[in-house]
């Protein structure tokens, strides 16, 4: 079982922007020291959600800031850029570190970001799989060219090729897709990309999910044994006391702010209507479905989620105290204190 560290740079109320970035950067520093996986970063424009507005920009920060962690994007929004630009960037990443880079990708939402990069709400509706299918053959072939409805250019050639690491297999950095529906599931699944699955969704649906992508990889010809190890990753929350309800306090007196204030400053780019989660009803169930309590709980949980979903990769959101200090003991004991508990 891989654990990592889910960091969103979460924004909380009364904190400057610095200060989430610097909680987001030592979460990456301390999840190394405390022998964690990797870390997953998010992405996100204009609101205090998150205050990163690069993933593969952070993602470069502390790749130079650690050396064993695996670092990925959790994710880069795909419909904001061009996929050549994305990709050349995740190629410099994977070949400067050693292969120790992931590269997640989403459609993302329909919000006003489109407007200011450009994509328009074509990209983010009708676009993510031409872009999909020409970042993953940036990220392969050592020649590309493009002949779509979006995107018409000669060949040229792919520097630095990702294949090119030397301390990598010869191959290009992971892709990651985010999967919110049955179509995004399928649409991975017809490519071989194993899934990132939100933190909102419990064991059974994850499931469902994991099992609706099986059968779609099989019948597009996937080998089982590839199909078998894809290595979805599973999304969540982690808050770790001594008490159960200690470790619940703790994420219902900070989360519902900054869910507040975050989720409230996004805005549509078509001026749709949007339906907002109650943020202390959502804390609540995260604290249900996700390793929320004493380490041995947390332990049990991710067990359990890992049986019934056949996941064994997870990034787990540990700075929902909104404090540096707690997120970093936070983590520490995630390393230190849950992670023996889950075996090799």
């Known amino acids: 079982m891989r654990v990592g ?6 924004q909380f109320p009364g904190q400057g922007q610095g200060e989430a970035l610097h909680r987001a950067v030592r979460t990456a520093e301390v999840a190394e020291e405390a022998g964690l996986d990797s870390v997953w970063l998010a992405e996100h424009h204009f609101v205090p959600y998150g205050v990163c507005p690069s993933a593969v920009t952070l993602a470069a920060l502390l790749l130079g800031r650690t050396r064993r962690l695996r670092v990925g994007t959790a994710v880069s929004v795909l ?5 050549v630009a994305l990709g050349e960037q995740a190629a410099l990443l994977h070949v400067t570190s050693g292969g120790r880079f992931t590269l997640g990708v989403g459609r993302g939402g329909p919000w006003v970001d489109l407007e200011v990069f450009g994509g328009r709400l074509e ?3 009708n676009g993510f799989p031409e872009d999909l299918d020409l970042l993953r053959r940036w990220l392969t072939e050592p020649r590309v060219g493009a002949a779509g409805e979006r995107h018409a250019f000669r060949e040229v050639p792919v520097v630095p090729r990702p294949a090119e690491a030397l301390d990598g297999d010869g191959t290009g950095p992971e892709l990651i897709v985010a999967c919110t529906s049955p179509s995004s599931v399928r649409m991975a699944a017809r490519r071989g990309l194993p899934m990132l699955l939100g933190m909102h969704c419990g ?21 089982p044994e590839a199909v078998r190890a894809a290595g979805h990753v599973s999304a969540g929350v982690c808050q770790l006391a001594d008490r159960t309800a200690d470790a619940r306090e703790t994420l219902l007196k900070a989360m519902p702010g900054w869910l507040r204030q975050g989720l409230d ?9 949007r339906a907002m989660r109650d943020p202390v009803a959502y804390t609540e169930l995260l604290c249900d ?11 049990d ?5 890992s049986e019934r979903t056949g996941i064994t990769r997870f990034a787990l959101l540990t ?5 540096l200090a707690a997120t970093e003991e936070n983590v520490r004991r995630l390393g230190l204190e849950v992670l023996p508990q889950l075996g090799p």
């Open 203 to 223: 064991d059974e649906d994850k499931a469902a999910m994991v099992a609706l992508w099986r059968e779609t990889a099989l019948a597009a010809g996937h080998a």
């Open 319 to 323: 700075e929902g105290s909104g404090d």
């Open 123 to 125: 990209a983010y509706e």
């Open 5 to 10: 560290a889910f960091v969103l740079a979460a």
């Open 265 to 273: 400053a996004h805005v549509t780019v078509d001026g749709r209507q």
């Open 79 to 83: 419909p904001n850029t061009h996929p």
């Open 289 to 299: 479905l996700h390793p929320v309590g004493t380490p041995e709980l947390a332990a």
């Open 301 to 305: 949980r991710l067990a359990a989620t």
